[in-house]
């Protein structure tokens, strides 16, 4: 994750290099880091359904269990 987030800021830097150093340049690439950021997260957090922002209940996967073990 570091060396994404590190791949990422150099990426961002790098089109900040050519560009004109004005506010709507900088808005606009932190506006698209921060985008990247969210989608990265996203990918992170529905890895992990059980845990994190979005958490999915484990109440029916229990159920279909009992129901299978139990015919």
């Known amino acids: 994750m570091i060396v994404v987030v590190f791949w990422l800021c150099l990426l961002f830097m790098s089109f900040?290099?050519?560009?004109p150093r004005n506010a709507t340049v900088s808005?606009?690439?932190?506006?698209c880091a921060i985008a990247v950021e969210v989608a990265v997260q996203t990918i992170?957090?529905?890895?992990?359904?059980?845990?994190?922002?979005?958490?999915?209940?484990d109440k029916p996967l229990i159920h279909a269990l009992d129901v299978i073990k139990n015919g």
Do not use: A, Q
């Not at 808005?27 to 506006?31: C, E, G, P």
């Not at 992170?44 to 209940?57: A, I, N, T």
């Open 27 to 31: 808005v606009t690439l932190f506006l």
């Open 16 to 19: 900040g290099l050519y560009s």
């Open 44 to 57: 992170l957090d529905l890895s992990r359904p059980f845990e994190g922002v979005v958490r999915v209940s």
